[in-house]
């Protein structure tokens, strides 16, 4: 069974630039979660999606910053003109359905470092 | 508002040793679940063991194992018999009713030979 998938594994960005994040979830997941994690801190939540629908984006920045997750195809985080402060690790999960009895399982992380 | 607190931001102990991290979480909720992460150098996030809130027994995962004191809002985790394989960073977390995780800051765990 493959576990969740997200690539690249590192992506450098100039500033100024566009960054896109991809997250494949585990095989009949259906539920897909962000976070990030900034040097020497715990994760913090982004959004969490459904296929073609985003549940809760109360974690994510207002501007620049925006997620989906199509019928076909992996969930994308796209960044936006990325700045030195979203250099981070993004990390995706998945979960079979949702609520706070499904665990979430995590990929291996994207560590963005923008220049 | 939801928090989580990890007060070590390290630990050590000697290899086959025991170890309990310790983690305090704030929340409101009467329903909820808590896990330990481990994240070793690789940086993918690992679960280590969870608890269920409505449970009152302590879950055990081999040498894992976990006191739960919902009164007291703590949750720590104990490793038994520390292994070298055990040294990482360490992360409680919680799940609101948002099904968002709430992560502590971390405890780094180093495992003296």
């Known amino acids: 069974n493959a576990g969740v998938m997200q690539n690249p594994r590192h992506l450098v960005r100039r500033r100024g630039q566009e960054a896109r994040l991809r997250c494949s979830p585990m095989?009949?997941?259906?539920?897909v979660y962000w976070y990030r994690q900034l040097p020497e801190e715990g994760l913090k939540f982004m959004v969490y999606?459904?296929?073609?629908?985003?549940?809760?984006e109360s974690g994510m920045p207002k501007e620049r910053f925006s997620a989906e997750f199509p019928k076909e195809g992996p969930s994308i985080l796209r960044i936006q003109q990325v700045v030195r402060g979203d250099s981070a690790a993004y990390f995706c999960a998945s979960s079979r359905l949702g609520g706070t009895a499904y665990e979430q399982y995590f990929g291996p992380g994207t560590r963005l470092t923008v220049t | 508002a939801q928090t989580v607190t990890q007060s070590q931001p390290e630990m050590s102990v000697q290899e086959a040793e025991t170890v309990t991290l310790s983690c305090t979480y704030d929340?409101?909720?009467?329903?909820?679940?808590l896990f330990w992460y481990k994240q070793p150098p690789s940086r993918q996030m690992i679960l280590v063991i969870r608890q269920e809130a409505y449970k009152q027994q302590n879950a055990t995962e081999n040498r894992f194992s976990v006191n739960f004191q919902k009164a007291a809002k703590s949750f720590s985790l104990k490793i038994s018999d520390s292994q070298l394989g055990d040294a990482a960073m360490y992360f409680c977390?919680?799940?609101?009713?948002?099904?968002?995780?709430?992560w502590g800051a971390g405890t780094k765990l180093i495992i003296k030979p």
């Open positions: 929340t409101s909720e009467s329903d909820y679940y």
């Open positions: 095989k009949g997941h259906s539920h």
């Open positions: 999606l459904q296929k073609e629908n985003i549940i809760d």
């Open positions: 977390a919680y799940t609101n009713s948002n099904y968002q995780l709430i």
